[in-house]
């Protein structure tokens, strides 16, 4: 079993930035990823960014350029810097536990509880 947990949110300004933690713990592997997800209200979940076991990245276009995501392995722990927040960001973010199968990266059925994430003056 794995467990993940987001921390870091809140409610900040248009213009501000935000640090997601995700930590990682159970069965776990530095070979494996991670991906950071958002759901707004009224709308499907999404991938926000993403970092693979061999430390590729992937961001979604809405985001390249103000979200960088990183990894620190000795903490089990995945990062998601969010700078130059605007209120089409807030929602509530979630991690995912991303497995590394042969060459293949793969979504898990491990999910944080998610922490949200508010951006309004």
């Known amino acids: 079993q794995v467990q993940v947990k987001e921390s870091g949110g809140g409610l900040v300004q248009p213009g501000g930035s935000l640090t997601l933690s995700c930590a990682a713990s159970?069965?776990?592997?530095?070979?494996?990823?991670m991906g950071w997800y958002r759901q707004a209200p009224g709308k499907q979940r999404e991938l926000v960014a993403g970092?693979?076991?061999?430390?590729?990245?992937n961001y979604a276009d809405s985001v390249k350029g103000r979200f960088t995501i990183s990894r620190d392995n000795a903490k089990n722990t995945v990062y998601l810097q969010m700078n130059s927040l605007k209120p089409e960001d807030t929602a509530v973010y979630y991690c995912?536990?991303?497995?590394?199968?042969?060459?293949?990266?793969?979504?898990?059925?491990?999910w944080g509880q998610g922490t949200q994430v508010t951006v309004s003056s």
């Open positions: 159970g069965r776990i592997s530095s070979n494996d990823g």
């Open positions: 970092i693979t076991g061999g430390g590729n990245t």
């Open positions: 995912n536990y991303w497995l590394t199968v042969g060459t293949m990266t793969l979504v898990s059925a491990y």
